[in-house]
Nanobody, 123 residues
Framework: QVMLVESGGGLVQAGGSLRLSCSAS????????MGWFRQAPGKEREFVAA?????????SYADSVKGRFTISRDNAKNTVYLQMNSLKPEDTAVYYC???????????????WGQGTQVTVSS
């Protein structure tokens, strides 16, 4: 089983930036893509961004974060990042890291989840 641990959440003012990290351990050979999701209070969990795990980086983003968020990876550290710029109050949510069998599959049916990290954007 893959273990995913997120970090980097916190409180930031609108317009500010945060970088989330997700470190993978244990059966990392099962990872073919990584993704970020978020869940705001009273709302369903939604897809944010995804990246493939090997080869030239392929990425996918939700329309709501395109141009503001950037997903990247460091395979040597088994870590994926989510750089979040120009944050808005509506970005407030618990952010989850996930892994999957492909960049398409991870956006809909991830295999493993992290425990989540809180991001709060004040107005």
């Amino acid at each position: 089983q893959v273990m995913l641990v997120e970090s980097g959440g916190g409180l930031v003012q609108a317009g500010g930036s945060l970088r989330l990290s997700c470190s993978a351990s244990r059966r990392t050979f099962n990872i073919y893509a990584m993704g970020w999701f978020r869940q705001a209070p009273g709302k369903e969990r939604e897809f944010v961004a995804a990246i493939n795990w090997s080869g030239p980086a392929l990425t996918s983003y939700a329309d709501s974060v395109k141009g503001r968020f950037t997903i990247s990876r460091d395979n040597a550290k088994n870590t994926v990042y989510l750089q979040m710029n120009s944050l808005k109050p509506e970005d407030t949510a618990v952010y989850y890291c996930a892994s999957g069998s492909s960049i398409v599959a991870v956006t809909t049916t991830p295999n493993y989840w992290g425990q989540g990290t809180q991001v709060t954007v004040s107005s």
